[in-house]
């Protein structure tokens, strides 16, 4: 598979495993709440897991593609993904020192999930602003 | 960097996307080097000397 195939063959991967990871979420919180409230730890701990498949299927996609990327391509994810990870990282720091002031509360929990979907959106524009400046 | 890879290319009468066929590479990175945003790496600075049958110096100029 030549370079442009390649790339756009993984890309559709991404974004049917993203809408996976969307239908994926709604049934297991629908599950949790509705169906299995009163279900034991180990059942709603696998239910709740649920996510990560087309999360994990999206992950291998990912790395299939920065395999088939040529050097330029490579460089621009590595600026990509420093930037995602450097905004993310100060976003989470702001957060903590303003949680730790007590100015305003956020669960544990809601942060740990939103760590990634905020990665992934910031990586994306990160990607998209690095390509620019190639182009 | 300074380099001759789009006078080279017009002298073959290649268009970007068939240079980057050719060096298995994406039409974005022939673009990016020739316009001196990207530095290619020794890998295929050598494949590119060797597509054009010349010597790296002479395609490549670090000093410009």
């Not at chain 1, 370079?3 to 949790?32: D, E, F, I």
């Not at chain 1, 009163?38 to 920065?66: G, K, W």
């Not at chain 1, 957060?95 to 979907?117: H, N």
Request: charged share 20%; with cysteine.
């Amino acid at each position: 598979m030549d370079l442009p195939n390649a790339r756009s063959h993984r890309l559709r991967g991404c974004a049917l495993a993203s809408l996976a990871y969307l239908a994926a979420t709604a049934l297991s919180v629908w599950l949790l709440k509705d169906v299995i409230a009163d279900a034991p730890t180990s059942l709603r701990a696998v239910v709740s897991l649920l996510p990560l498949v087309p999360i994990a299927y999206a992950i291998r996609e990912v790395l299939r593609l920065v395999r088939a990327n040529d050097e330029l391509q490579r460089r621009i994810d590595l600026e990509a993904l420093a930037t995602a990870a450097l905004v993310v990282g100060l976003a989470c720091l702001s957060l903590g020192f303003l949680v730790s002031a007590q100015v305003f509360e956020i669960k544990g929990g809601t942060v740990l999930v939103w760590m990634f979907p905020a990665l992934s959106i910031t990586y994306l524009l990160a990607r998209i602003r690095a390509q620019r400046h190639y182009r | 960097m300074n380099n001759r890879l789009r006078e080279l290319r017009a002298a073959q009468q290649w268009s970007q996307a068939e240079l980057a066929e050719r060096l298995e590479v994406s039409r974005q990175t022939v673009n990016a080097i020739e316009t001196g945003k990207y530095d290619p790496s020794l890998p295929l600075a050598f494949a590119i000397a060797r597509l054009f049958g010349q010597p790296i110096e002479m395609i490549f100029d670090p000093d410009a």
